[in-house]
Nanobody, 130 residues
């Protein structure tokens, strides 16, 4: 049984940076497209960034463009989300999601879908507050 193990969330002040990690256990992440979702209190999960497997194409939603960076380390079997210039509205539980079937052919489709898909990590809390 494979799983995704997440880490890196924390309580930080506005303007700070964090790096979230998603490690694959029993699954080789470089073979799959991966997304980062976030769920703010009382809201539905929304994708913030997606990374393709075939060409490492990336997609970012407008609210995080220029501040967040998604990347992959094949040696460590890990996908990262670098969060810079954090704002209070970035406060949420962040989830990595692997499109293991796969369902999508493009990162844009993956990041803009309203469908629930893939296998999810356990989540990591990011809180941005002064």
């Amino acid at each position: 049984q494979w799983q995704l193990v997440q880490s890196g969330g924390d309580l930080v002040q506005p303007g700070a940076s964090l790096r979230l990690s998603c490690v694959g256990s029993g699954i080789t992440l470089e073979h799959y497209a991966v997304a980062w979702f976030r769920q703010a209190p009382g809201k539905e999960p929304k994708a913030v960034s997606c990374l393709n497997s075939s060409d490492n194409a990336t997609y970012y939603v407008d609210s995080v463009k220029g501040r967040f960076t998604i990347s992959r380390d094949a040696v460590r079997n890990t996908v990262y989300l670098q969060l810079n210039s954090l704002k209070p509205e970035d406060t949420a539980v962040y989830y990595c999601v692997v499109d293991h079937l796969p369902v999508f052919t493009t990162v844009q489709d993956m990041c803009t879908t309203s469908r629930h898909f893939g296998s999810w990590g356990q989540g990591t809390q990011v809180t941005v507050s002064s």
